[in-house]
Structure formats: C-alpha cells, structure tokens
C-alpha cells in the first residue's frame, strides 16, 4: 500500500513511459483524495469546482479519456485498471472517479472485517434489536403498500401478512422495487423510462473452493490476484456483452484464509477456504436456462446446466494454479455459483452483484434516491448515487437515514 510506492513500480516497470505514467497517477491520487473528501462532505457541493479541480476536470470523463490525453500504450493502461472487475464497467464508461476511488481505497490499505462479512450484518442486527426493532429473515416481500399516494406498509409473500409503517426503505433490486413491489403506475412515467432503461452491471461467476493445505502456515501472502490473459480490456468487455465468455478472460484470486487467520469458522486446522472469480455475460442462453428463478424458471437440475457450470470452475481453477501450484490436486470440495444462483437469492435483475452499472451516463444525481417522489418510500443499495461495494453501500444506508430523519 501507499501511493509513492505504487507510483515507483510503475515507473520501473515501464520506463519507457515514466513521465506520461507520472502524470497520469498523479491525476488519479489527486481525483481519488477529492472522491473521498466529497464523499465525507468536507465541502459544498458549490465550492467543487474551486475545491476539487482535477475532479472537475477529469473525474467524470472516461478513464480511457485520461489515458489517451497523456498517450499511455494499451498495456500500461491495462496494468491501471488491473483491479477494474471491482466495478466491471467497459473502460471506455468507466468514469476517472470511479477508477481513482477504487485505487486510493487499495492504496491505502483495504480492510477486511474480523469474521467476515458476516460480523458487518450481526452488528446491524444487535443494533438494531437494541433500540427496539425486529429482524426478520425468510420473509420475503410481496408488494410495499400504498394509501393516498403515500407509503402505508408492506405486504409479505408467503403468509400474506401486512405490517404497517409509515417508513419504506428499499434495499432490493432498483428495477423490481419500481416496477414490482411498488408499481410503475405510482411514479412519474419518465422515471419508469429512466428506471427501465438503466444498464445493469456485468455479473460474476464465482468459484468456492475448500484445500487440504495450510497456506497460512506456508506463508502464503495476505493479498488479492487479478489474472489478466490479455491487454485488450476493452475487447474482453466487448465480447462479454455479446453474449460470449471469451477464451481470454480476467481471473480474480482471494483467500479467505489468509485474511482472517483467526478465525475458527473460515475452514477446519490444515485447510484452506479461498475464491475464484470472473466477469460473465448477463444472458440466461449462457447457462441454457430459458426464464430465470425470479419468473418461476427450474434451471439447478439441469445436465447441461450443470455441465457448464463445471466447465468454468475447472478454467478458473486451472488459471488460478498459475498463483498456487498443484491447487486441483488439493481441492477436496468446490462449489459455484452463476448469476442464475445470484438471482435466485438475491432477486437481482441479470443476476449482477453489483446494481446498475456505474458508467458515465448513469452515475451519481443520474440515478435515483435516496428520495423518491412516492411519499414514505426510500431507497439505498448499490443502484443508488453512492454506488456499489461495501463501503459505498453501507454509506447509502446513512444517506437514506439522514433524509429519512432530516438531520
């Protein structure tokens, strides 16, 4: 971590390029610092342009705008956005912010919470029973209810049960709270359009995998892989949205293990618990499923299916052996997940872990919330202003309760 070391392997990396290199980190670490101050209101949003001119200048536009106004070659390039499956945008709607934020995050030293992620929700939770509210799971919701033009409650699906509040805050899908669980007719019919018409992020494939090695105790690094097979970002992306999984792909290495060594729940003494991942298309043909789970679609059963599915856990596993030899040999359970699973549990639309795409059309005051012109009802998540990842979303819960609360 740190900027200047960053900085100073990237020069020595690409000597050739060092002085336009230079200038290029320059204008992210600078463009990174404004995200973060904006983000913690440190000023106005009048005074941006006197506060935070980079940002003005450049946080907005295309990162690939950036990279071509100083002529960095495509692999330096590339190498700047080793780390861009976090947001998997195209690069070329990729937003200089956007970039900047996720590289001043990893340079000053990602985080990762003692006993997982889990620890973040049972802290919410005690929380929240503390000042005398209830948590419920398995109670999916059907319809949030409206009296007079404003929010009156909620209704569940599977018990038919209503509760009474006068306080909606959406978590779910941005699309399906709009269209489903609110109803199109009860907004304005240009934020339909404007609801309808948003992008969602690419959605991932991700691989669970349990070794009978201890890497920990091999002294294998606390750190995270992005395993590129090509320079050519833009074209992996291009092919993406067609449809296609291209021979060339991102691989995204993480143990669990060795960033919470600790912990008893992460895998039994003498194993290790780690991730595998890639950037897949959004269509259901990729998985030969016809309609997905959330409009009653079976796909789990399924031969080809599942045929597919083991297809792509074995290439990631075999490119992530490039970081950990003989990891096959080692792996005594595996699971995956597509973005048909990410759907099934989450309700998601095209199955994203990530909301709407966070491009240059669509960012920022360009998307909706945390008000929204239904009385009562709020929304927070990663398709709102404040964007995806764990920090950005939790930030967009203290926006939805600030307005919530007027304070």
């Known amino acids: 971590a740190s900027w200047d070391r960053y900085r100073a392997r990237l020069l020595a ?39 935070a001119p980079r940002f003005v200048e450049w946080g907005l536009r295309p990162v690939t705008d950036l990279f071509a106004a100083h002529g960095l070659s495509q692999r330096a ?27 001043d995050h990893y340079m000053r030293g990602a985080f990762y919470p003692v006993g997982g992620g889990q620890a973040m929700a049972a802290r919410l939770v005690e929380a929240i029973r503390a000042y005398g509210g209830e948590v419920r799971t398995r109670a999916p919701v059907e319809r949030v209810r409206l009296e007079g ?20 805050v959406s978590n779910a899908d941005l699309k399906r709270t709009v269209t489903e669980l609110v109803g199109a007719a009860h907004f304005a019919p240009e934020t339909v359009e404007r609801v309808r018409a948003f992008r969602m992020t690419l959605p991932l494939f991700a691989v669970y995998a349990g070794l009978d090695i201890d890497l920990v105790a091999q002294g294998f690094p606390n750190t995270n892989y992005w395993i590129w097979d090509t320079d050519d970002i833009e074209g992996i992306y291009a092919r993406l949205e067609q449809g296609e999984i291209p021979d060339e792909h991102v691989t995204y290495l993480t143990v669990t293990s060795t960033r919470d060594p600790d912990s008893a729940h992460v895998a039994p003494a003498g194993h290790t618990n780690l991730q595998v991942m890639t950037v897949v298309p959004q269509d259901y043909a990729t998985w030969n499923v016809e309609r997905g789970p959330h409009a009653g679609g079976r796909y789990h059963r399924d031969p080809e299916y599942r045929r597919r599915k083991r297809a792509l856990t074995e290439r990631l596993l075999a490119r992530a052996e490039s970081v950990i030899p003989g990891l096959r040999e080692h792996a005594v359970w595996t699971e995956a997940a597509t973005p048909v699973t990410q759907e099934r549990f989450t309700h998601s639309t095209g ?4 909301g709407i795409e966070f491009a240059t059309d669509q960012m920022g005051p360009l998307r909706v919330g945390p008000t929204t012109e239904v009385k009562g009802l709020f929304l927070c998540g990663a398709s709102t202003p404040s964007g995806h990842g764990i920090a950005n979303v939790m930030w967009s819960g203290v926006r939805a309760a600030s307005e919530v609360l007027e304070h």
Do not use: C, K, W
């Open 149 to 168: 033009g404003r929010v009156a409650g909620v209704g569940l699906a599977r018990t038919g049960a209503e509760i009474d509040a006068p306080v909606v």
């Open 77 to 103: 390039s590339a190498v700047l956005l080793g780390e861009q499956g976090d947001y998997a945008v195209r690069p070329s709607r990729a937003p200089t912010a956007l970039a900047a934020g996720l590289t």
């Open 13 to 51: 990396t690409f000597p050739g390029e060092a002085e336009a290199l230079g200038r290029v980190v320059d204008v992210l670490r600078e463009v990174g610092a404004d995200v973060g101050r904006f983000q913690r209101r440190e000023f106005p949003l009048h005074e941006l342009a006197e506060q």
């Open 351 to 354: 199955g994203t872990s990530y």
